[in-house]
């Protein structure tokens, strides 16, 4: 049977709670896990779509049908995002504008390219300088968090203080990509993170 969003009625006057942000996140990497989960509040609560996906389609499908059985709706604050690394890859390109299409219902997906430690970088003075790869974004933040590794705790208080320095940033990088005539979510529009679009909804 064909996935996809169906929009539910409801009555959304007796339902009151705190508003929801859905994420699918790479379920190979816990880097996202720990750093979303900062984001908890007396107001929003954050959960994460099921499965192990690491592929941009299959989280789309995911995120959609998590969206659906947590009965989310957008008129109460909920939002739902997929949250993916670009990898510098033509064929991740191909993959997240399938993506795209998949949860435009319901959210968008939010791309960090080539992976999340962009978003990171973006807490610290700007370099907007490309990368080859995932590893030399990482080697670059290690630089300002030498002891920085995949999946570690507490990456949210470590750059707490710093979140409008990084919305900035990124929004910077955007305009520099778009600048030299790149196309958002294609591989080569990096360095890059829409990361704080997720944050300005929180």
Known sequence: MKRGYVAKRRNTGNRKRKRIILLAVEGNNKTETNYFRGFNSKDTKIIFASGNDTDPINMANSLVEDYTSNDLDSELGDAAFCVVDGDVSKTRENQILKADRIVQKIGSVIVSNPCVEVWFLCHFPLSSGQFKSSKEAVNRLKEHIPEYEKNMNGIYDLLEDKQDLAIKNART???????????????DYQPSTEIYKIINII
Do not use: D, F
């Not at 990088?173 to 591989?187: Q, S, T």
């Open 173 to 187: 990088l955007e305009h520099i990509n778009e600048n030299v005539g790149r196309k958002l979510h294609h591989y």
